[in-house]
């Protein structure tokens, strides 16, 4: 099995950063592509960013040029660095991770005031 513990999300006013970190513990063999989704209440969860086990990023057309994904040396622990941010960016923020099974966080809850 394989865990994921969530940071970072909090209340902020648009224009400015948030940080989520999402660190992967328990049976891991070797990096997998990981991710953030987002959800608001009442819709399905969207993806936000996703990065592969070579570090390869992919974002949604609403986060592009504001959030940066990344991961550390050892492959386990994401990142989402979020700049700019919007009132439309609130969500509660999901970290995925997908191996030989898939995971998924608690969230985190990102507030965006305007």
């Known amino acids: 099995q394989v865990q994921l513990a969530e940071s970072g999300g909090g209340l902020v006013q648009a224009g400015g950063s948030l940080r989520l970190s999402c660190a992967a513990s328990?049976?891991?063999?070797?990096?997998?592509?990981m991710a953030w989704y987002r959800q608001t209440p009442g819709n399905d969860r969207e993806l936000v960013a996703s990065i592969t086990s070579s570090s390869t990023p992919t974002y949604a057309d609403s986060v592009k040029g504001r959030f940066t994904i990344s991961r550390d040396s050892a492959g386990n622990t994401v990142y989402l660095q979020m700049d700019s941010l919007k009132p439309e960016d609130t969500a509660v923020y999901y970290c995925f991770w997908k191996g030989p099974y898939t995971a998924w966080g608690r969230g985190t809850q990102v507030t965006v005031s305007s």
């Open positions: 328990g049976t891991i063999f070797s990096r997998e592509l």
